[in-house]
């Protein structure tokens, strides 16, 4: 009998431990493995930067063209025109594609700084989706653009250079964008 009773006991002590533990703000649901590694998991999809996070290559390449433009500083209406005029050209966007191709990565580079050590994980996910003609019509988009104001700071040619850098190794076919 005064085992039963030592085990009630414990068990009320318990119960009252964890609902006091629970009143004081801990969380219980912390404790579940199964939760955490939810929480985790939606934390390092939710917790990477847009700009990291790009599916596509032509999305990839809009993101390149504009940030190499927007490292002279603010972006002009010539220079605006230009890109748009490359995209629907170089590209095959429509031009309400372009456009919104333009301000979609204008807003993610906006935030951007040094941004030529992002090129690396802007292709992390991606550099597999790029053809070698791709990746050369990027580079040759890449280097018009940061000449559309005559010649190109260093920080655009770390950003070529990174490019380059990033596409060295690329043995794929041929295809359009």
């Known amino acids: 009998m005064h085992i039963i009773i030592g085990i009630i006991t414990a068990v009320a002590g318990l119960i009252w431990a964890i609902n006091s533990l629970q009143n004081s703000g801990l969380d ?7 939760t955490w590694a939810r929480r985790r998991k939606w934390e390092k999809l939710r917790g990477t930067k847009p700009l990291h996070n790009i599916k596509q290559p032509i999305e990839a390449a ?4 504009v940030g190499a433009l927007k490292e002279i500083g603010e972006i002009t209406t010539d220079q605006k025109n230009a890109v748009l005029n490359i995209f629907q050209t170089q590209l095959h966007l429509s031009e309400s594609s372009s456009k ?3 301000s979609s990565a204008a807003f993610m580079v906006k935030d951007a700084f040094n941004f030529h050590q992002s090129i690396k994980n802007i292709l992390a996910a991606i550099i597999d989706s790029f053809s070698q003609d791709q990746a050369q019509s990027l580079i040759k988009i890449v280097e ?4 559309l104001d005559g010649k190109p700071n260093e920080a655009q040619l770390l ?4 490019l380059n850098f990033e596409f060295k190794n ?5 295809q359009k964008w």
């Open 170 to 174: 690329m043995n794929k076919e041929i």
């Open 100 to 102: 919104e191709a333009f």
């Open 62 to 65: 809009t993101v390149i063209i």
């Open 28 to 34: 219980l649901n912390s404790l579940n493995p199964f």
């Open 159 to 162: 950003i070529l250079k990174s």
């Open 144 to 147: 018009d653009v940061i000449q």
